[in-house]
């Protein structure tokens, strides 16, 4: 599939599921902590500055966003978990709104899954891994920020969140960056052949 990365816009934000495109479209969805360079990642991918907001305000995404690619696929943004801010009542909204998203949107055809390759992954990121991995959804592991750690680094970092997460070899795993756009083209790669 060809896909024109610069026909891309945000379609729809959504609470729930009346709120969801009514179409085939395939989707894929992005999950995070706040913090973990969401938007960025869909603003690389996108080849555009801003389509998706980034906030100095972590966890401002509090909706599903739908971004409609080409009219082929949508990215659907999840809210960010794991931002200590919100309340919990609100935290748990969130989670059952994503939860209903994943585990019920027959659209969904694979779930990007970013994590900081910094840093050990959160319990926060252990459970997304752990939850999509229990209901067969396909998943992409992608490790953000790759550019703030030197290069001979990276294998040592891999195989931390591996462990950590008790990875699947099977499963994509990615190590990214926003701002060197390294891993972009394993990412489309990994996404597309999920469609």
């Known amino acids: 599939m060809e896909i024109n990365t610069h026909n891309a816009e945000i379609l729809l ?7 969801y495109p009514q179409d085939e ?8 902590r706040s913090n973990v360079g969401k938007s960025s990642f869909i603003n690389t991918m996108l080849n555009r500055k801003n389509l998706a907001r980034t906030s100095g305000k972590p966890g401002k995404t509090q909706l599903l966003n739908f971004f ?13 978990y ?4 919100v309340s919990k009542k609100e935290r748990e909204k969130w989670g059952r709104m994503i939860e209903e998203y994943l585990t019920n949107r027959e659209n ?6 970013l994590v900081d390759l910094r840093h050990d992954p959160t ?8 939850f999509l991995k229990y209901y067969e959804i396909p998943v992409i592991i992608v490790a953000t920020k790759a550019d703030k750690i030197p290069r001979g680094k990276w294998n040592k970092h891999e195989s931390a969140i591996k462990k ?24 489309w790669d990994a996404i597309l052949e999920k469609l």
């Open 13 to 19: 934000s959504a609470a729930n599921k009346s709120h």
């Open 25 to 32: 479209l395939p989707e894929i969805a992005l999950a995070g």
């Open 68 to 80: 409609n690619i080409d009219d082929k696929m949508r990215f659907v943004d999840v809210p960010g």
């Open 82 to 85: 794991g931002y200590a801010r």
């Open 108 to 113: 969904l055809r694979a779930v990007v899954s």
């Open 123 to 130: 319990a926060d990121d252990v459970q997304m891994y752990e």
């Open 164 to 187: 950590k997460l008790n990875f699947d070899p099977s499963d994509d795993f990615i190590l990214f960056s926003s701002v060197t756009k390294a891993g972009m083209d394993q990412a």
